[in-house]
């Protein structure tokens, strides 16, 4: 199979659809190899753009959601992000091809998914730094961050993920129980934070 040739018809049907907008956004899909990042019984369907299994109960999002949110984040380069929940390390190899290397931290709750992404995004030459805990305390460490986003659901927004996020930055998340919503954050300096929905979702719950 030709990966780079369906990475790019992939990209472009996300651009056609209106899916992504910005060129950045485009170029760092394309830049990235999906089929690295999930297991070898499905890189037949790498670049469809739908949510894969990547074990553990957890999946890899689908193109079009990372796009998405990405574009949400209105990241540029050199802006830190943090990421919550690691997963396969694919979001986080998008983002860093927004934002650059080494401005990436990313939290994942599973210590064998967080040992794979490591060796995948090392092997990829992605440098980004990964933390094993509960993404609802975030990287308190490493904060404040220009972006912060969550690949997984929480019931509402975690309050040291708000605490976290630089007040011209956004946190963008699935936040619901039986019912999620992509949200988009920011955190206001007397407190609180405004809070924009971008419609119904699906996402795995968070661990923690």
């Known amino acids: 199979m030709d990966f780079a040739a369906a990475r790019d018809r992939l990209v472009d049907g996300l651009q056609r659809r209106g899916s ?7 170029a760092a899909l394309r830049a990235v190899p999906r089929h690295e990042f999930v297991p070898e019984q499905y890189r037949e369907a790498a670049y469809h753009d739908r949510p ?3 074990g553990g109960g957890q999946t890899i999002s689908a193109p079009h959601i990372v796009g998405q949110m990405l574009e949400l984040l209105e990241l ?26 080494g401005t990436v931290h990313s939290v994942e709750y599973d210590p064998q998914l967080a040992a794979t992404a490591r060796r995948t995004l090392s092997d990829l030459g992605y440098d980004i730094q990964i933390r094993i805990g509960d993404g ?22 975690p309050p040291a993920l708000v605490d976290q996020t630089a007040f011209d930055g956004y946190l963008i998340g ?8 992509l949200y988009r954050l920011q955190p206001e300096p007397a407190g609180g934070y405004s809070a924009e929905e971008f419609g119904a979702v699906q996402f795995v719950q968070m661990q923690g």
């Open 20 to 26: 992504i907008e910005r060129p950045e956004t485009a």
């Open 52 to 54: 894969l299994p990547i």
């Open 76 to 101: 540029e380069p050199g802006d830190r992000v943090l990421e919550i929940g690691t997963g396969c390390g694919y979001h986080a190899a998008v983002t860093a091809e927004l934002v650059g290397n």
């Open 136 to 157: 609802r305390e975030g990287w308190s460490a490493a904060a404040p961050f220009d972006g912060v986003y969550l690949t997984c659901a929480a019931d509402s927004p």
């Open 174 to 181: 699935p936040f619901g129980d039986s019912r999620q919503h």
